[in-house]
């Protein structure tokens, strides 16, 4: 059976909507989904030494699953990046913080595919990275952070089914989760 780990933002653990329902197609897909929780407050540096404490968080908990689990990452979470690249995990990377050259470098040196999810409202996001790193990117024009848009919330929330969407497609076009 194919493992999948959802690895929270900073903000919200890995019940928000879009962790968790991006965490809910690998489950429909028959995979077991493991829904991490920070153990302590993440650090407020935004530096390399945030990928070390994410590293420390999420490594025992791949140890412990062994093979190539799928990675589902919102926000902090991308500072996993240089785990799936160093394990050649495949991941959803929801609104990465692509302003973080050692992300960006990490997501460089990925062999497995990767999908990336941002809005053109968000400073983290950068559209030409996205599509030089991977050929598998879901950009929602004026979205922030968290993935709202401007305007009724039901715009943002028909932003969350686009999500599902795009990771169904994605997990489809890389065959996950395969057999083995």
């Known amino acids: 059976m194919a493992d999948a780990v959802v690895i929270p933002g900073r903000l919200f653990g890995p019940g928000a909507p879009l962790t968790m329902y ?24 935004f530096d390399p030494l945030l990928q070390d404490w994410v590293a420390a968080e999420i490594s025992p908990a791949l140890d412990a699953l062994g093979g190539r689990p799928l990675l589902i990452a919102k926000s902090l979470g991308s500072n996993a990046a240089a785990l799936a690249a160093d394990r050649s995990l495949p991941a959803v990377w929801l609104t990465p913080l692509l302003h973080g050259p ?11 595919p990767f999908l990336l999810v941002g809005g053109t409202g968000d400073e983290s996001w950068n559209p ?7 050929p598998y990117v879901l950009e929602v024009p004026d979205a922030d952070h968290g993935l709202y848009v401007p305007g009724p ?28």
């Open 22 to 45: 991006a965490g809910d197609v690998a489950d429909r897909r028959g995979a077991r989904v493991h829904r991490h929780s920070w153990s302590q407050e993440p650090p407020e540096v």
């Open 102 to 112: 050692w992300i960006a470098a990490a997501l460089r040196r990925a062999t497995a």
């Open 128 to 134: 030409s990275l996205a599509r030089a790193l991977t």
């Open 153 to 180: 919330l039901t715009g943002s929330i028909a932003v969350l089914g686009q999500v599902v969407e795009a990771v169904q497609e994605f997990l489809d076009a890389i065959g996950w989760p395969g057999s083995g």
